[in-house]
């Protein structure tokens, strides 16, 4: 039976067509020859995902992602497609997860722990991680913190290899070395010093032990005054001195009492002192009694009549 040239190309034509299509659902994950279950998940940002991206549980892929869909509220309808055989339970979490630092997307199923299974075309729950590169962000902030202080340590080094500075710690290195050289004839002057003066020091300190033996002995002696001063100070709080305080007390307030009356115009003290009377009459005395004397010096006959023979005229 011959095959006309045409119904040959017709064949290769729809064959080619075939594995075009049979290809580009492959290529999707679509298997033509297995059957599947559609589940949904509803995701505020499907940044990275795709179609075609696998659906993995513990690292093993049980399907792939087979459509999306962007709902009227901005949020996205992922579809899946899982191999019938496994079984899905209805409180599964699809979890969006990054898969490398370039942005790359999968969604991976953390089965849940309920007998109920989810059925064909059932809505399951979702949830986004975090990418890589916002995980490694604290990462990426200490490194380019710990980049900075390399870049100041290195410059702090290039500073130190400065020939500047390195003559400068040259010279540093060389007054220390003199100062240690120093130290040293110091130290052995001291040395010699102290070994010339050992006769000295062994008569100072003979001459200390001596004086902390005086020291002992005066010790005792002030041990026995403070005993004299305590027996006295007994006796003194023994004795009468709180009626000798009073007596006193009773003296102090009767002389008080005393000068009050002195002070005031009671008595002849008191007027003596306070009334000026008395000065005056005792003043206009004294100068009466001056007047007196000068006329008594003035006029002597006055006042005094003699005469050696007993006779003579008397004045008038």
């Given amino acids: 039976m011959n095959i006309s040239n045409e119904t040959k190309i017709g064949a290769l034509t729809t ?3 075939a594995v075009l299509i049979f290809g580009y659902s492959f290529l999707k994950g679509n298997d033509l020859f297995s059957g599947s279950n559609k589940f949904y998940a509803v995701y505020k940002s499907v ?10 549980v513990n690292g093993f892929p049980i399907g792939h992602v ?8 901005g949020r996205t309808t992922v579809e899946f497609k899982i191999k019938s055989e496994y079984k899905i339970p209805v409180n599964t979490l699809a979890k969006l997860v990054s898969t490398d630092l370039l942005g790359g997307k999968a969604i991976i199923f953390e089965l849940g722990d309920s007998k109920e299974l989810a059925e064909n075309r059932d809505t399951l729950r979702a949830d986004i991680q975090g990418s890589l590169a916002e995980s490694l962000q604290p990462i990426q902030t200490k490194a380019e913190n710990l980049i900075t202080k390399l870049d100041s340590s290195l410059a702090s080094i290039n500073k130190i290899l400065n ?3 390195q003559k400068n710690v040259d010279r540093s290195f060389t007054s220390i070395a003199n100062a240690l050289q120093t130290l040293e004839g110091t130290t052995k002057k001291i040395d010699n010093l102290v070994a ?4 000295h020091i062994n008569g100072i300190l003979s001459n200390a032990e001596d004086v902390s033996s005086n020291l002992k002995n005066t010790s005792a002696g002030l041990t026995g005054i403070t005993s004299n001063l305590q027996r006295f100070s007994g006796d003194l709080a023994n004795s009468n001195i709180r009626q000798t305080l009073d007596n006193a007390n009773k003296a102090v307030a009767d002389l008080q009492a005393t000068m009050a009356n002195i002070n005031s115009n009671k008595g002849s003290m008191g007027l003596l002192l306070n009334d ?6 005792l003043q206009a005395a004294s100068d009466n009694l001056n007047l007196l004397f000068l006329d008594l ?4 006959k006055r006042y005094v009549h003699f005469s050696v023979f007993g006779g003579g005229k008397k004045d008038k």
Avoid: C, E, H, R
Avoid at 66 to 73: A, Y
Avoid at 276 to 281: C, F, G, I
């Fill in 66 to 73: 087979s459509g999306m869909q962007l709902d009227q509220d």
């Fill in 276 to 281: 000026d009377k008395l000065y005056k009459n």
């Fill in 163 to 165: 020939p500047n500075f």
């Fill in 47 to 56: 940044d990275g995902l795709s179609v075609s991206k696998p659906v993995l």
């Fill in 297 to 300: 010096k003035a006029n002597p």
């Fill in 196 to 199: 010339a003066q050992t006769g």
């Fill in 15 to 17: 064959i080619a067509i």
